[in-house]
């Protein structure tokens, strides 16, 4: 709900313990801001998730007032541009006690990395995504740098993130640095949930592939791992591949979702099923189109039907018998 | 053990057996607090006897609107949501004690 509203639930209810969400713009801000401080009447409101769009004054009073709030649990900020703001958040933030943290469209360049490492020491720390939303693969990365080997000691090191979202902002256009990111989050004791929906490959074969096996060691090596959302990837056959063999002899992997994954009819037959019908952990998966002729007539497969009605099946906790 | 098919005569033979209107009034409580809360408000239709019971102030104590409610997600908006707190105000009185309204979506700004 709005400041305003919250502010008048609070009011309505002084002598009341309140838990709610909370999203803010820059123009209300200043409302909000009370509510942060946890001023009578909000001594006992909790907020699970704060949301602010503004601008980077409202960023750097928000974390004025963070300083002393010790009742929220996870902070969004959104479409703020964080050129100087970036280290007193994510300071503010940990002195907070806030455990789950997301910065959505602000352009997160390599000079927020030692800001994002301490965010992810910090004891406790379960939530982190990063959406950056970048227009095109020339936009200044935020895995490059000086800091990035310090960054990735940092993860390395944080036994309580459950999950992580690195979206939208091409992952794979370096893929050296694809691969120290992916060999560090293999061996994270914590990591449940992973997304790295948006950052699409080029569309060629060789990255398609390399970024697929960066993901095949990941779902082989991680023994924590849950949720894997890779849409928007364009991972191709090349990329789908190493994937869905590495998936063969998973047994954490509960959900992979994918997004219009396009794959031909003998690809689905030949790689999908016996993956599928192999696997005895997944319960959730799809976005595999299959193209079944030369005019890209979009359908679904009796194959990607039967790799369907398995995992139907093992939702009842029984396998199907598959002739 | 015998079952007894969810058919509406079944039931009236079933509350006669298990004889739900003779448990203890603390009893009953206890089982119409474990009920989400949109399910509570509806229960007091069911008879004047449920409807009596369900007024008592101790069972609205807590209002709970969280992600994982159990209340049927269509009323998990700002206006029905604050219907339903408004609802459970009344019956408290004074001992509201707490309010998760985290699982409720604003439609337009709430």
């Known amino acids: ?17 309140v838990r709610c969400d909370c999203v803010s713009s820059y123009a209300d801000l200043d409302v909000a801001l009370p509510v942060l401080r946890r001023e009578p009447p909000f001594a006992l409101l909790t907020i699970g998730m704060f949301c602010l769009t503004g601008d980077e004054q409202s960023v750097l009073d928000l974390a004025s007032a963070l300083s002393v709030h010790s009742a929220l649990e996870h902070l969004i900020i959104s479409e703020v ?44 720390f379960e939530l982190l995504g990063v959406w950056n939303d970048d227009v095109s693969a020339d936009h200044p990365s935020l895995f490059e ?4 080997p310090t960054f990735f000691e940092a993860l390395r090191n944080s036994t309580s993130l459950k999950t992580l979202k690195l979206e939208d902002f091409y992952l794979w256009k370096d893929m050296a640095v694809a691969t120290q990111l992916f060999a560090v989050l293999e061996v ?10 948006g950052n699409y490959t080029d569309g060629t074969p060789a990255v398609q592939q390399a970024a697929g096996e960066c993901l095949a060691r990941l779902i082989a090596r991680s023994t924590s ?4 959302k890779l849409s928007g990837n364009e991972l191709g056959e090349n990329g789908l591949a190493p994937i869905f063999g590495a998936l063969r002899n998973n047994s954490s992997l509960v959900e992979l979702k994918l997004w219009s994954e396009h794959i031909s009819a003998d ?17 959730k998966f799809g976005g595999l189109l299959v193209v079944k002729s030369r005019d890209a007539e979009v359908a679904e497969d009796p194959s990607l039907q039967e790799a369907s009605w398995q995992l139907a099946g093992s939702k009842q906790g029984c396998r199907l018998k598959v002739p | 053990m015998e079952t007894v098919a969810a058919s509406p005569d079944a039931l009236t033979v079933a509350d ?4 739900f209107s003779s448990l203890p009034d603390e009893v009953a409580k206890k089982f119409f607090s474990g009920l989400s809360l949109d399910t509570r408000l509806r229960s007091r239709e069911v008879s004047p006897a449920w409807c009596a019971l369900l007024e008592d102030a101790s069972l609205w104590t807590h209002v709970d609107l969280s992600a994982s409610c159990r209340v049927n997600p269509r009323f998990l908006h700002a206006f029905y949501a604050l219907a339903m707190l408004r609802a459970a105000c009344v019956r408290a009185k004074t001992s509201l004690q707490s309010v998760d309204f985290s699982g409720v979506h604003c439609v337009g700004g709430d």
């Not at chain 1, 740098?145 to 990035?148: C, I, K, N, Q, S």
């Open chain 1, 267 to 283: 690809f689905a037959r030949d790689v999908v099923l016996p993956a599928v019908r192999a696997n005895t952990c997944l319960r």
């Open chain 1, 225 to 228: 791992l849950q949720v894997l």
């Open chain 1, 145 to 148: 740098g000086p800091a990035l």
């Open chain 2, 16 to 19: 006669e057996a298990v004889g």
């Open chain 1, 1 to 17: 709900m709005s400041g305003q509203s919250l502010i008048a639930l609070c009011r309505a209810l002084p002598l009341c313990r």
């Open chain 1, 81 to 124: 541009p964080l050129t100087n703001s970036v280290d007193a958040l994510v300071d503010a933030a940990i002195s907070a006690g806030i455990k789950k943290v997301g910065i959505d469209k602000c352009g997160l360049s390599q000079t927020a990395l030692p800001a994002l490492g301490r965010l992810l020491q910090s004891p406790g």
């Open chain 1, 188 to 197: 994270l004791p914590a990591l449940q949930e992973l997304s790295t929906a």
